[in-house]
């Protein structure tokens, strides 16, 4: 039972690695291998913690690129509603003058 443990464990710690490429974060890696590999979300958050705390320096650079990317993201999101805005203020003032 050992060595099937064991290569489970490999198996995980696999797929992680493979969601890290992805930038997933540890809530979304357990949804998805849960979902597409039938991995008990318990299972995927342990042995994620465990590599956490094999690789502390690496998920500490980790956590901190993807909280930029989503702040990127936010001002992103933020600046094309901006335009969105403008662009349609700009139609109602345009529709406004040809009354």
Not at 27 to 56: F, G, Q, R
Not at 86 to 95: H, Y
Request: hydrophobic share 30%; with cysteine; glycine share 2%.
């Amino acid at each position: 039972m050992g060595e099937s443990s064991s290569s489970y464990i490999h198996l995980v710690q696999h797929l992680i690695e493979e969601c890290i490429i992805f930038n997933m974060s540890r809530e979304e890696c357990m949804d998805a291998l849960s979902k597409y590999a039938n991995i008990m979300p318990v299972i995927t958050s342990t042995v994620w913690k465990e590599l956490e705390k094999e690789n502390k320096e690496f998920f500490e650079a980790y956590t901190k690129k993807k909280e930029e990317r989503e702040r990127e993201r936010e001002i992103s999101q933020r600046i094309q509603k901006m335009l969105l805005d403008s662009s349609v203020k700009d139609t109602d003032d345009d529709d406004d003058r040809d009354c």
